[in-house]
């Protein structure tokens, strides 16, 4: 598990699944370690279609050259 931990008493969860996340400065990307502010919900959906297809593109790459990806 990893948390982050703010000085004005927040704490984020970045583990598990890409998520949405609206705190009360603005809406975040969160999740697989990562912590990624965006400007509204519809910018984070579609940062989140991209970091996921980002991903599958990467591990069908890796799977062409021998490798094998867990998850």
Avoid: H, N
């Avoid at 990893?2 to 975040?28: M, Q």
């Amino acid at each position: 598990m990893s948390i982050l931990k703010f000085s004005d008493g927040i704490e984020i969860d970045t583990s598990g699944e890409l998520r949405l996340l609206e705190l009360y400065d603005g809406w975040y990307v969160v999740g697989e370690g990562r912590l990624i502010p965006v400007k509204d919900r519809e910018e984070g959906e579609d940062k989140i279609k991209y970091l996921r297809k980002d991903y599958s593109y990467s591990k069908a790459l890796l799977g062409l050259f021998g490798y094998e990806v867990w998850k």
